[in-house]
């Protein structure tokens, strides 16, 4: 016979319940030895940890990535390896073994398949947490939780709550039917400013203003380093002792002083009431999401250590006007929960196994598959279809059930179960196949476009701009020199004048030409219509104009004419 245990993996603890023995916190803090085997937690809480080691943290959050995580002295690790190893510590500090216990373990219920997939690959690889090939179960914190609020205070029977769990590296949000098995309706919603270790780190920075004035000491520096990561434990410490109490002292060490501050839960409340309030505005929006408002919900479910704070369940409860509910140790309720599922063992259904994602509760028909122990059922967000599963690696056992409340389907007589499967749509038609034809159109106008332009171009270089010649100018004779003729004495003549008219002035003429265009129709291969281009036109040079010369004679008195000088003398 196995004793059932229940283990809880969180960012900054780990839990580990056992039936008649209280349960184990460790830090998720593991320490590595050269000569003996890993041991988690920190030296404040465990006495057996004075021994000094290589001191390993953050590795749960990086289960599931492909770098590994380097330690202090240069070894790389793989987180997931290193959480199973921080996980057998805790079933060592339970005082179990791990091979002869029924384990269950809550896994946070923002994971992603692939993070879950490689916890699983891990948990394998580890002789004392498999069993006859079978690795542990894993399962929600979420339904973990759930589950131990419902056999502590009690749940109501059907409706959907909402279950908000205020963990040390963020709080996380999920919707869950409660009637019947627990279904999840929603993916859980992760929201990161309301945390733990954000709270810490305000009054950590409240306290050192304070007690660090006249202390000489350099945050930056690596002697004050220790001094810090002490007093923020002091701060940690102090924030869980104002859930119960009013009013805290803080006691540290700064450089060379021993100081104290009191620290009041008013002073806590200050500093997470925006963020507090920033996720109830989420929340909200959540709801929202899915068609759902607060005074649908059933009630609220309130776990992990920040559900200890007073301030939190009054400001749910003011803001919803529905009933909020919080175990009387909250953070201890996803093992406790994880240890009432590991003692059912066979008689769990999928519903409670179910760890990542959402299940169709609109079409679900009651039909239920059981898995048989270690088998977990991952629903993928990113799937293709509403209906597609990511299973994980692990082959179904022979004595696979089928919790079915209908009648079956009979129509030549008896026959075996079946599973649903997803429907396949014919492949669409490709687009390239309907727009060939277009492709093809428009590539043929392309081309006579680019044809005709370059035709255009190649006849408008051809073409020479040939202007007529400017017609010459001649210019006038010079006029022919004055006769002088000798005076003849003639008796007896009378008195006479003779007058010489002088030449006239000579006219040059300037001759201004333009040139005449006209239009000239090109004829282009392909084009129909012929394009007109404007062209100077040819003409022969015009004859020179020429002034006609008239000769001047002499005037003589009595309109006598020289007979020398005209023709026929």
């Known amino acids: 016979m196995y004793d059932p245990l229940g283990l809880s993996i969180g960012t900054t603890n780990l839990v580990a319940a056992r039936n008649e023995s209280p349960p184990v916190t460790r830090r998720s803090v593991l320490t590595l030895y ?22 390993m943290k953050g590795f749960v959050e990086r289960i599931g990535e492909s770098v590994a995580l380097v330690s202090a002295d240069g070894s790389a690790h793989d987180p997931e390896l290193l959480t199973v190893e921080a996980l057998d510590a805790m079933v060592r ?18 994971w ?48 959907v709550v909402g279950l908000l769990d205020f963990g040390g590296g963020g709080t996380s949000a999920t919707l869950v039917d409660v009637a019947g098995d627990f279904e999840l309706v929603s993916a859980t919603m992760r929201y990161a400013a309301l945390s733990g270790n954000e709270i810490d780190q305000e009054l950590l920075l409240r306290v050192f203003e304070e007690l660090g ?41 700064l450089g060379e002083r021993s100081c104290s501050f009191t620290l009041r839960r008013d002073d806590l409340e200050d500093l997470m009431a925006d963020r507090l309030t920033g996720f109830i505005y989420a929340f909200d929006d959540m709801l929202v999401r899915y068609r759902k408002s607060w005074a649908d919900l059933a009630a609220v479910v309130t776990v992990g250590g920040g559900a200890h704070i007073p301030l939190v369940a009054e400001r749910l409860s003011v803001h919803g006007r529905t009933p909020v509910l919080t175990p009387s140790q909250p953070a201890l309720a996803a093992a406790g929960g994880a240890l009432l599922l590991a003692s059912r063992g066979e008689e769990l259904s999928l519903r409670t196994r179910t760890s ?31 209906r597609e599963l990511a299973w994980s690696q692990t082959e179904y056992p022979g004595d696979l059930r089928v919790r079915f409340g209908g009648e079956t389907y009979d129509e030549d007589g008896p026959s075996g179960w079946s599973m649903r499967l997803n429907v ?99 004829h282009v291969p392909l084009l129909p219509v012929p394009i007109p281009v404007p062209v100077p036109q040819t003409q022969a040079p015009q004859a020179p104009q020429y002034t006609p010369y008239q000769p001047q004679y002499p005037q003589y008195p009595g309109n006598a004419q020289n007979p020398f000088l005209g023709p026929g003398y």
């Open 34 to 55: 050269p000569h003996c085997a890993p041991k988690v937690g920190v030296p404040e809480n465990d006495s057996n940890l004075s021994e000094p080691g290589v001191m």
């Open 93 to 110: 500090a339970a005082g179990a073994d791990a091979s002869c216990s029924e384990i269950s373990i809550a896994v946070p219920a923002y």
């Open 112 to 159: 992603k398949p692939v993070t879950v997939q490689a916890l699983r690959d891990g948990l394998r690889t580890h002789l004392g947490f498999v069993r006859s090939g079978m690795a542990p179960r894993l399962v929600s914190d979420a339904i973990a939780s759930l589950t131990a609020v419902k056999s502590e205070l009690g749940l109501p029977d059907d409706g």
């Open 213 to 253: 004035r006249g202390s000489g000491i350099d945050p930056a520096s690596t002697a004050a380093v220790g001094q810090l990561g002490e007093l923020r434990e002091h701060c940690r410490l102090a924030k869980e002792r104002l859930s119960t109490d009013v009013v805290t002292d803080i006691v540290a060490e």
């Open 356 to 386: 990542i994602g959402v299940l169709a509760s609109a079409n679900a028909t009651g039909d239920v598959v059981d898995l048989g122990a270690g088998d977990v059922l991952v629903i993928d967000d990113e799937a293709l279809t509403d």
């Open 424 to 522: 396949i749509d014919p492949a669409p038609e490709r687009p390239w196949r309907r727009l060939r034809l277009s492709q093809l159109i428009i590539g043929m106008s392309a081309l006579v476009a680019m044809t005709a332009i370059g035709g255009v171009a190649y006849t408008l270089t051809g073409i020479e701009n040939r202007q007529a010649p400017p017609a010459p100018s001649v210019a006038p004779l010079p006029a022919p020199p004055a006769s002088h003729l000798a005076p003849r004495t003639v008796a007896p003549p009378p008195p006479t004048t003779t007058t010489e008219t002088p030449p006239p002035p000579s006219t040059t003429t300037t001759t201004t030409t333009t040139v005449p265009m006209t239009t000239e129709w090109i």
